[in-house]
């Protein structure tokens, strides 16, 4: 069974920065996206970034474009989230997940198979 774990969040303050990074493992994630989602309170969970392994493409919504970034450790099996600029809005648990072999996992951010616990990420204004 794959196991996905997530680590790096933490409270910062608006405008500073987190890394946050998704280890994989039982999974060889060649033909793998995974994907990075976020629940605000009180709102529904979204999809923020994405990266496909087999291609390297990679997607962000709007909100996060120029200031988060996604990258892939093909040796280490892992996924990290750059989050700069931190904005309250981006406050939230966020959630690595997988999806695969192939599809439209990303940019679609639908169908992930395998998901992680979930880290806090918090920003205070």
């Known amino acids: 069974q794959a196991q996905l774990v997530e680590s790096g969040g933490g409270m910062v303050q608006s405008g500073e920065s987190l890394r946050l990074s998704c280890a994989v493992s039982a999974l060889t994630l060649d033909y793998y996206a995974i994907g990075w989602f976020r629940r605000a309170p009180g709102k529904e969970r979204e999809g923020v970034s994405c990266i496909r392994f087999w291609d390297g493409f990679t997607y962000y919504i709007d909100s996060v474009k120029g200031r988060f970034t996604i990258s892939r450790d093909i040796a280490r099996n892992t996924v990290h989230l750059q989050l700069n600029s931190l904005k309250p809005e981006d406050e939230g648990v966020y959630y690595c997940?997988?999806?695969?072999?192939?599809?439209?996992?990303?940019?679609?951010?639908?169908?992930?198979?395998?998901w992680g616990v979930g880290t806090q990420v918090s920003v205070s204004s």
């Open positions: 997940a997988a999806g695969g072999p192939f599809g439209s996992f990303c940019p679609d951010f639908r169908g992930m198979i395998y």
